[in-house]
């Protein structure tokens, strides 16, 4: 799946190309997203390559070849600049529309039965992907493993916190949180843009993401780039 931001480069490169058969410059992606430098369109077009949408042609200046579109737009969704899924903001753990069963709000003293929470996606523990915000199928929880708030699941894909005790294939049970203290696992999103699930620490004025697998480095952010989405408060495991 690509982020907004992938997506909406994507769109803009393939509009270009088809409008004047030449791609967009750095600095006229750049003002068309909306970024404050270069760095972030380096790291969109190579997330892009990286995922076999583009292309860069060898030997050529500003040469961007688009190779395909994502398979959920239909025809004709591709001319429409700004088309983009949903990802991680700040409503995440909202059900999709039409959720199908609806999660109900979890109350503190709630002992009716299983409470539905949604499934919103996948979260990485290791390179970042992104978390997808609609609903794609529901889990029941006892009341007591969840306790009051809203919450909201993730199915965990890599290996940076195995010793937290995460692994890849879990599914991490979040509760709604905009922020968090310092040793909380949380969902983080960085740059609104990349999701990733990482213990959280304070550097300063800096916040840094910190793996719990010493084959990945603590990732130090500037305040302004991360946003908490929620803290991990249980996980799943199917053996």
Do not use: C, W
Not at 65 to 76: A, F
Not at 80 to 85: A, L, M, T
């Amino acid at each position: 799946m690509l982020t907004r931001k992938q997506l909406d480069l994507l769109m803009f490169i393939n509009e270009r190309l088809k409008e004047s058969g030449v791609p967009p410059s750095f600095d006229e992606m750049k003002e068309a997203l909306n970024l404050a430098s270069k760095s972030g369109i380096h790291r969109l077009i190579t997330a892009l390559e990286e995922r076999g949408f583009i292309r860069r042609l060898p030997n050529r200046a500003r040469a961007l070849e688009v190779i395909r579109l994502p398979d959920s737009l239909t025809p004709g969704a591709g001319q429409r600049r700004g088309f983009s899924p949903s990802v991680i903001q700040g409503s995440l753990g909202r059900p999709a529309p039409e959720p199908k069963p609806a999660p109900r709000p979890v109350k503190a003293n709630d002992a009716d039965g299983p409470i539905a929470i949604p499934v919103m996606g996948k979260i990485a523990a290791g390179v970042p992907i992104s978390a997808i915000e609609h609903q794609t199928r529901s889990i029941s929880l006892p009341p007591d493993m969840i306790g009051a708030g809203e919450h909201y699941a993730l199915e965990v894909e890599g290996d940076s916190m195995i010793e937290a005790g995460i692994f890849s294939g879990d599914t991490a049970i979040i509760k709604k949180s905009d922020t968090a203290n310092a040793g909380d696992i949380i969902v983080a999103l960085v740059d609104d843009e990349e999701a990733t699930l990482k213990r959280f620490r304070r550097k300063g004025a800096s916040i840094a993401l910190e793996a719990a697998n010493p084959a990945y480095e603590t990732r130090i952010f500037g305040p302004d780039r991360v946003r908490v989405q929620g803290r991990l408060v249980g996980l799943i495991r199917r053996y």
